[in-house]
């Protein structure tokens, strides 16, 4: 363990000082010496930190965001996707049910062009208690129906056996019948990255790839409040720096304890239970419906299509692990495959080409089965523990982010904006303003429709930056990544406008080389272009595409079957021929 | 006349047949399906690279019958002291050997090289430049790569084109000599550059790199490509060639077993069944159908079998794609069936999980001449269907000249 420059650990994992109160450090001269203050300094960029960050700087706050790996690193870009209205809570808690039903409207109301629909269907076994079952459902449905006016989804049907048999061919095995019901996916790498750009549209400063090393208290000035010294590294560049913020908001999610340790605050305080959660990704749509069945222990998993493939998850086990390391295991793999291919049998049959893995940051308990545990969220305020001004978010779930940024940021208003409101509602994300239709974009820019309709997926009314992008220069319109498909002008936007500073940050930005061909058409040209765009040498660049490839080989191989192993061992020829598997030379 | 049957088109069984039958036997070869060699970029290697900072440590020279199939096919070549190759994804990275079309930076003094910049979607002559320049091997022979105009693209749909159809285009003489037109323009603007390097364009038929080089007066070459490239499809044509000229019997179809008997007590035979139902008759088979990537070998894990509810059987991790006595093994140990009803986990035999991935030990176990471990004489391997033999371009066609020649003369 070393010791930062203020005398606080500052390695994550380090175990925090018996003292409950913050530690103020030494008096130095340099301690005084900050770059930049700030009203608020947020840590963390998932979708909670985005959010807030965007909140507050609507309300014409400074704020200074952190990022020790990119936005939507951990838990918000890697979630199943979806902005659900909750019918789990329907029962005990229809409030919640209400809010998220509520919050799933308003997001579509400020980022239309990112959301798309999924409708779920829910086949009931046949059986003694079928016909009874299927009944519940519907009356069940038919209440949940009373929420889904709030975020234009369509009423719940019940179809019949035959109905199945037509609708979702792919379903085996005796039932007696299904209900659907209506929720919206959305990719949630581009909600926090929305959120950001907005943000930092708005005045407030970004620092991704940059790890707080230490939140210290700052020398109080004569009768000031108390503010707090972030002293921050680039972990590309090492570049040290130090801000100072009135108020530190710790929304690092499954990482709070460890963020809360750096500021010497006792981690107890914001406890949280870190459960695993894998999901499976196939080559394309498989199915019409969103399919919701029962793993092997019972546990509710689902195959989902999601944008242009499919998606099986999810699990959900307690996790003792690295957090800046989580990845499927193909014993998890196996768990879904097999629960899934009961009522989808073509699921062992298509082609998995990829997995991701993510880290709930649930909320503490000690007995309950990890799917009991409440998806509910909460403001820690530490000044208890002796740092007024210090706030954890912890808890929750993407589809109330917007909600949970609005609570932190009313807290932090409170001080320091009275005079101020939530605005996060009404005012569209950049590009949710004036969604363009994608079709009669393609023939007057002659595009590719598909390549059309994937930018304005992405980006809204801002895809006129990338056609103006390819207008300007027409080597621009070369298509980098083939299976998204994504174009140059696509990838120089995300490097240029979007913060993007490795081939990881473009894929998560754009979802290139996350395709069928797992990057390997297009890694190396990416890395080509993040060096151009970014100044850095081209060997930097080689670097990033063989850590990107090496990185998704990692997450496919614990899928893989027969044909994939074929496909594995091109992959592994045509890089070592290219590239080399390690070093450089 | 002694009768050899390969199975297998990949560079493993043309040295095979190739060996075979320089030493006298009557040879017919199996499947024509495309396979490891067909995706292969050119660089012709017998170890790995990335290790070597600059140059690769010496070898003893390629054993005869190697060096006679290599003779054969015309279209490689190989150094002792090894090649220099520029790669399309920006290193500088030694070989053993290359593709005649490749540009082999060894050679070279110190000096500049000309890549010629225009507007190519995802061919970026000035960042490649700069790439090449950029790596220590450039850097170590004082080579520099200096990127200047040439248009080099004559039609518009040439824009969205792979490389190997533009390879095919510079097949006709009037194409090439276009091209090198254009290159003598660049050259007059550009002081005299000791080489020009080039996309992977330079032919399918045949390398046009020497008769591009002599109309410009300066050596061209391809950089090497991945995905998309010429060199497969030269590698089939050369093949080709070879096997014609040679007299070799090539029979299209796919073979599912090799069985050891015969049809009197005294010949001892092999009777290979193809798909079709045809069975040929021969004195010796070599096998040389690839590993994993090639279809000779299966990755099965237990998860991937359709089943309903009961969990498969324990299998092996991979098995042979031709029913015939063979063993698998991996370094040096009899492949063995896991212990778990779900197969072995992925994570503990591949890339990049496992620094030295079982996967790409996994094969049959030979001699040195191919004679498969355990099997009836007669049946001989070659190529990466041989467990622990490295999975590269000179170690499979070493494999199979050994193998042919054994499979000749045993």
Known sequence: MSAGENGAPHVRGSAPPPSLRIATPPMRVDDLATDATFDVAVVGGGVNGTGVARDLALRGLEVALFERHDLAFGASGNSSGMIHGGPRYLVNNPNVTRTSCLDSGIVQHIAPHLLFRIPFLVPLKSGPLGKVMLELYDAFFRAYDDFQPLKRGKPHTRLDVSDVARLEPGIVGSIAGAVTFDEWGVDGARLAVLNTVDARERGASVYLHTAVESIAKAPREEGGPPAYVLAARDVLTQRAIRVRARIVVNATGAWSPITAALGCLPSSRIRIRPAKGIHVVFDRRLSNYAVLTEAIDGRQIFLEPWQNMSVIGTTDDDYYGDLDDVTATSEEVRYLVQGIARIFPQIREARAIGTYAAVRPTMYAYGPYEDSLSREHAVVDHAPDGAPGVYSMIGGKLASYRLFAQEMSDRIAEVLAPDTVCTTHEKPLPGGDRVPDALPLAAQHELLPVLARRLVYRHGSRVSRILARMTKRPTERAIVCVCEPVCEAEVRHAIGEEMARTVDDVARRTRLGLGACGGMRCAARCGQIVAEELGLPPREGMAQARSFLTRQAKTRVVAMGTAQARQEALALAQMRAMLGTKGDT | MKRVLVVGSGVAGVAAALAARARGAQVTLVGTRPGATVLAPGALDDAPWESCAGSLPERLPLPAPALGVLDALGAYAVKGSGVLLATTAGLV?????????????????????????????????????????????????????????????????????????LAARHDDPARLAWLAGRLVEALRVTPRPLAIVLPAWLGVDLSRAQDLSEQVGVPCGEALTGTGGPSGLRFERARDRALAKAGVEVVAGHVVRAEHGGRSAEAVEWLVS?????????????????????????????????????????????????????????????????????????????????????????????????????????LHVAGELVADLPRTWLAALTSGAHAGVAAAED
Do not use: C, M, N
């Open chain 2, 93 to 165: 990275r030694p070989a053993r050997g290359a593709d005649r079309a490749l540009l082999d930076l060894a050679s070279l003094p110190p000096g500049p090289v000309l890549v010629p910049r225009f507007d190519h979607p995802g061919y970026d002559a000035r960042w490649l430049a700069r790439a090449w320049s950029d790596s220590g091997i450039a850097k170590a022979r004082s080579l520099g790569f200096v990127a200047e105009p040439a248009q080099l693209t004559r039609y518009v749909d040439e824009h969205s084109l792979p490389d190997a159809d």
């Open chain 2, 274 to 378: 193809l798909e079709s139902g045809e069975l040929v008759v021969s004195d010796a088979v070599v096998l040389a159908t690839g590993g994993l990537l090639g279809g000779g070998l299966e990755y099965t894990p237990a998860g991937s079998v359709l089943s309903a509810a009961l969990p498969p059987g324990p299998r092996s991790i991979a098995r042979a794609t031709i029913d015939a006595p063979l063993a698998l093994f991996a370094f040096r140990k009899p492949l063995e069936t896991p212990s778990s009803l779900q197969g072995s986990p992925a994570e503990s035999h591949t890339w990049p999980f496992a620094e030295d991935p079982l996967l790409d030990r996994v094969g049959v176990r030979a001699d040195e001449d191919g004679r498969a471990f355990g099997a009836p004489p007669g």
